[in-house]
C-alpha cells in the first residue's frame, strides 16, 4: 500500500479541505479537517486567504518540525489545480471573505463574491473580485422576486421562495440559504413554461460575471483559444447556460472545461514542481552541490517551481 508523503491544504472562509498523496501525486486520502493530517507527512503546502492566515500560523506551529511546509496564496492552489501548472482563466462564484466596512457600510461582515483568477504563461497571478454575480448577490436578487409576487400566494415563486426569506445570521445559515435560493431559481427557470423572473435574474447574473471576466482579460495575456474553468458548478443546468450565452457572445477565445482537480490538490502539484526544480538545480554542473530535498523548515512556492509543474505531463 502506497504511503501517504506529500499533502495539500486549501482554506478560505468557511472551507477547510485537505489532501494527501504518495510520492508520485496519487491522492490518497481527502478530509474537510485539519485533524485528519497524519504524521507521516514528509512535505506540506498550505494555501489559504487572509481570513484564515492566524489560525492556520497556528496550526503550523504545532506541527512535526522534521515536515517541509510550502505556502502559496489560495488563487495558485486553485488554479494549479484547475490547469496543471498551464495558463488558464478560473472563476469561482462562491468565495466567502470578510467585509471590513467602508464609509457607507459597517463592518467586518462575512459576504460573497465573485471571484476572478488569471495565470499567466510568465507565471504572473491576477485576480478581481466583484461582490455582483456571486452566490449571495444571487440570493438577494431572487428573494427581491417575491416583491413582485406579493398578492399571489400561489405563485410559483412564492411557493419556491418564500420559506427562504428572513435574516440568517452566521456563515452557515447564509450558505445554507444562498444554495437552497440558487437551486430554486434553476428550478423555475426549468419549470414549464419556463417561469421568466427566474430565467431574467439568472441572465443578469451572468452578465455581471461576463462584465468581471472581461475587465481581468483586459489586464493579462492569455492566448487565443485559452483555457477557462468555473470551480464551483457544473456546466449544464440554466445558470450555466445563461453564463455561457454571455461568454459566447463577450468572450469567444475563452474554451470552458470542468477544473482538472481542486486546489488542495493543486498545493500538492506544487509541491511536486518544486521538488522537480531542486533535483534540477542538484544536477546542474555549473552550480555548488545542494541537497535534491529540502530540509525541515518553511518555503515559498516560486515561478521555478511553476515552470516545472508546467512541463509535468498532465493527468
Given at each position: 500500500m502506497s504511503q501517504v508523503v506529500w499533502a495539500g491544504v486549501a482554506a478560505r472562509l468557511g472551507e477547510t479541505r485537505l489532501a494527501m498523496a504518495d510520492s508520485?501525486?496519487?491522492?490518497?486520502a481527502r478530509a474537510d479537517h485539519l485533524e485528519a493530517l497524519v504524521p507521516?507527512?514528509?512535505?506540506?503546502?498550505?494555501?489559504?486567504?487572509?481570513?484564515?492566515?492566524?489560525?492556520?500560523?497556528?496550526?503550523?506551529?504545532?506541527l512535526p518540525g522534521s515536515m517541509v511546509v510550502w505556502t502559496t496564496s489560495w488563487p495558485d492552489a486553485a488554479l494549479a489545480g484547475a490547469f496543471t501548472g498551464q495558463p488558464g482563466l478560473l472563476l469561482t462564484t462562491e468565495h466567502w471573505t470578510m467585509y471590513d466596512g467602508c464609509a457607507c457600510k459597517d463592518g467586518p461582515e462575512e459576504i460573497c463574491q465573485a471571484l476572478a483568477m488569471v495565470r499567466e504563461a510568465s507565471h504572473r497571478t491576477l485576480s478581481i473580485a466583484n461582490g455582483e454575480g456571486g452566490l449571495e448577490w444571487l440570493c438577494r436578487e431572487g428573494l427581491r422576486l417575491l416583491e413582485e409576487v406579493s398578492n399571489s400566494s400561489r405563485h410559483p415563486l412564492e411557493l419556491a421562495l418564500r420559506?427562504?426569506?428572513?435574516?440568517?445570521?452566521?456563515?452557515?445559515?447564509?450558505?445554507?440559504?444562498?444554495y437552497a435560493v440558487r437551486s430554486a431559481l434553476q428550478d423555475l427557470a426549468d419549470y414549464p413554461g419556463p417561469e421568466p423572473a427566474s430565467l431574467a435574474v439568472l441572465a443578469?447574473?451572468?452578465?455581471?460575471?461576463?462584465?468581471?471576466?472581461?475587465?481581468?482579460?483586459?489586464?493579462v495575456s492569455l492566448s487565443s483559444p485559452a483555457r477557462a474553468a468555473w470551480l464551483d458548478g457544473q456546466l449544464e443546468g440554466p445558470l450555466w447556460e445563461a453564463m455561457d450565452n454571455e461568454f459566447r457572445r463577450y468572450l469567444p477565445h475563452l474554451r470552458w472545461q470542468s477544473p482538472e482537480s481542486p486546489p488542495e490538490i493543486g498545493c500538492i502539484r506544487l509541491i511536486q514542481g518544486a521538488l522537480k526544480e531542486l533535483e534540477r538545480k542538484a544536477l546542474d554542473p555549473r552550480r555548488p552541490p545542494i541537497p535534491a530535498q529540502?530540509?525541515?523548515?518553511?518555503?515559498?512556492?516560486?515561478?521555478?517551481?511553476?515552470?516545472?509543474l508546467s512541463r509535468m505531463p498532465r493527468r
Open positions: 508520485q501525486g496519487q491522492c490518497l507521516e507527512v514528509e512535505h506540506l503546502c498550505v494555501a489559504c486567504t487572509r481570513e484564515r492566515q492566524a489560525e492556520m500560523e497556528s496550526w503550523l506551529a504545532q420559506p427562504h426569506q428572513g435574516p440568517r445570521q452566521g456563515l452557515d445559515l447564509m450558505r445554507e440559504r444562498a443578469k447574473g451572468a452578465r455581471r460575471l461576463s462584465d468581471l471576466l472581461r475587465t481581468i482579460v483586459a489586464r529540502p530540509v525541515a523548515g518553511r518555503r515559498s512556492i516560486d515561478a521555478d517551481a511553476w515552470r516545472q
